[in-house]
């Protein structure tokens, strides 16, 4: 097991940059995601880590050891990088066994290590056949054993799942992580597949605008991203104008403890409440006035409005509801448990569950695109 480390990585292509300043730790035995749109610098990195584009400025280290900066450029055939591409790219013309061992030494291709990497990735005794013989499943299996047979320092994946089907791709996911985790091997996934980099990493590291904008662990990231651009890019978010005052975010949802520890200091706030924090009730509540719309028996706050839209997706539903009190407004997205039947124009009334999150200022501007805040900036 062997750490990665990347400072201060900076890439352009003629006067385009893309990485401009990446920091970057990947522990030893960790399988770390690089997460963020098309476009945003993802495979650049990573084929810089593995030696195939040489960086302008910055350090990569291996375990320890310099593979690039500092007056050094280790090739990538020296730098012990197991390699995942797209499309597994495998050799038409060699068995599945052949293949594996590919990057072994002539006297150990046909020896145990294939058999055991093929056993490891539920290959076994499928050695003798070729790729067209497999499934799109199965020869991703192999490209990862191949990836493995020479016991790499890093692993690299590079959207590795893209081109399976989704059933297939949460399988394979799964595979890769139990192989993973019994060899500790360290990896580095790069996807735009943010259920994908949730499920399936230790760390997750966002990339956007060509630095890292945050890396957390997947259960940190979603319930505390730094800022809310991230708040958008990671899942769904209500991002609503609220009033901070004394711990508690005075929202059209109703007035909200806030997470502890914030930048926010009293006034003008922006509060992100995730859509399976909000509870919705096909019928109204009998409850006192409230001036956000009315109350529950119990005090707590609730707001009337009615569906626009209804998502149904077996395991749960994602409802889309305005607000009576503010017709032209921002919607509210709602994450709840599949099976009720509510088409647009259901009234509804809506209640909010804290704690929350809060950032200064309030924003009622339509959501920023990440991608955009990712493109490099025009050349002057």
Same mark, same amino acid.
């Given at each position: 097991?062997?750490?990665?480390?990347?400072?201060?990585?900076?890439?352009?292509?003629?006067?385009?940059?893309?990485?401009?300043?990446?920091?970057?730790?990947?522990?030893?035995?960790?399988?770390?995601?690089?997460?963020?749109?098309?476009?945003?610098?993802?495979?650049?990195?990573?084929?810089?880590?593995?030696?195939? =584009?040489?960086?302008?400025? /910055?350090?990569?280290?291996?375990?320890?050891?310099?593979?690039?900066?500092?007056?050094?450029?280790?090739?990538?055939?020296?730098?012990?990088?197991? $390699?995942? %591409?797209?499309?597994?790219?495998?050799?038409?013309?060699?068995?599945?066994?052949?293949?594996?061992?590919?990057?072994?030494?002539?006297?150990?291709?046909?020896?145990?290590? #294939?058999?055991?990497?093929? =056993?490891?990735?539920?290959?076994?005794?499928?050695?003798?056949?070729?790729?067209?013989?497999?499934? /799109?499943?199965?020869?991703?299996?192999?490209?990862?054993?191949?990836?493995?047979?020479?016991?790499?320092?890093?692993?690299?994946?590079?959207?590795?799942?893209?081109?399976?089907?989704?059933?297939?791709?949460?399988? &394979?996911?799964?595979?890769?992580?139990?192989?993973?985790?019994?060899?500790?091997?360290?990896?580095?996934?790069?996807?735009?597949?943010?259920?994908?980099?949730?499920?399936?990493?230790? *760390?997750? !590291?966002?990339?956007?605008?060509?630095?890292?904008?945050?890396?957390?662990?997947?259960?940190? @990231?979603?319930?505390? %991203?730094?800022?809310?651009?991230?708040?958008?890019?990671?899942?769904?978010?209500?991002?609503?104008?609220?009033? +901070? *005052?004394?711990?508690?975010?005075? #929202?059209? +949802?109703?007035?909200?403890? &806030?997470?502890?520890?914030?930048?926010?200091? %009293?006034?003008?706030?922006?509060?992100?409440?995730?859509?399976?924090?909000?509870? @919705?009730?096909? !019928?109204?509540?009998?409850?006192?006035?409230?001036?956000?719309?009315?109350? $529950?028996?119990?005090?707590?706050?609730?707001?009337?409005?009615?569906? &626009?839209?209804?998502? $149904?997706?077996?395991?749960?539903?994602?409802?889309?509801?305005?607000?009576?009190?503010?017709?032209?407004?921002?919607?509210?997205?709602?994450?709840?448990?599949?099976?009720?039947?509510?088409?647009?124009?259901?009234?509804?009334?809506?209640?909010?569950?804290?704690?929350?999150?809060?950032?200064?200022?309030?924003?009622?501007?339509? %959501?920023?695109? @990440?991608?955009?805040?990712?493109?490099?900036?025009?050349?002057?």
């Amino acid at each position: 097991m062997r750490q990665l480390a990347v400072t201060g990585l900076w890439k352009a292509f003629g006067a385009h940059p893309v990485l401009t300043g990446v920091d970057l730790d990947v522990p030893a035995g960790s399988l770390t995601a690089i997460l963020g749109p098309s476009g945003s610098g993802k495979t650049t990195l990573l084929r810089v880590l593995a030696g195939f =584009e040489r960086p302008d400025a /910055g350090i990569v280290m291996i375990g320890g050891d310099v593979v690039d900066g500092r007056g050094v450029h280790l090739a990538p055939e020296r730098r012990r990088i197991g $390699y995942v %591409p797209q499309e597994g790219s495998l050799f038409p013309h060699l068995t599945v066994e052949a293949n594996v061992g590919f990057g072994l030494p002539a006297r150990e291709r046909r020896g145990r290590r #294939t058999a055991e990497l093929l =056993e490891a990735v539920g290959l076994g005794g499928l050695g003798k056949r070729y790729p067209h013989q497999l499934s /799109g499943g199965q020869q991703q299996r192999v490209a990862l054993a191949r990836a493995l047979a020479i016991e790499p320092a890093v692993v690299l994946l590079d959207e590795p799942f893209a081109s399976l089907d989704a059933h297939l791709r949460a399988s &394979v996911r799964a595979d890769v992580q139990e192989v993973f985790r019994k060899a500790g091997t360290t990896a580095v996934l790069v996807t735009h597949d943010q259920d994908e980099a949730l499920s399936t990493a230790d *760390r997750v !590291a966002v990339l956007r605008g060509g630095k890292i904008a945050q890396c957390a662990a997947p259960q940190d @990231l979603y319930a505390r %991203p730094a800022d809310a651009d991230l708040a958008r890019f990671i899942g769904d978010a209500n991002l609503l104008d609220g009033i +901070l *005052r004394a711990g508690m975010a005075e #929202t059209i +949802l109703g007035s909200l403890p &806030v997470e502890p520890g914030g930048t926010a200091a %009293p006034g003008p706030v922006t509060v992100l409440i995730r859509p399976e924090q909000v509870e @919705l009730s096909a !019928a109204g509540p009998a409850g006192t006035a409230y001036p956000g719309g009315t109350a $529950y028996p119990d005090g707590t706050a609730c707001l009337a409005g009615r569906v &626009v839209s209804y998502g $149904y997706h077996g395991h749960d539903a994602v409802v889309h509801v305005q607000p009576d009190q503010d017709p032209g407004g921002q919607m509210i997205i709602v994450r709840t448990v599949g099976g009720h039947d509510l088409p647009p124009g259901s009234p509804v009334t809506l209640r909010a569950r804290g704690p929350v999150l809060a950032w200064p200022g309030i924003s009622r501007s339509a %959501p920023a695109s @990440l991608a955009a805040a990712a493109a490099p900036p025009e050349a002057t």
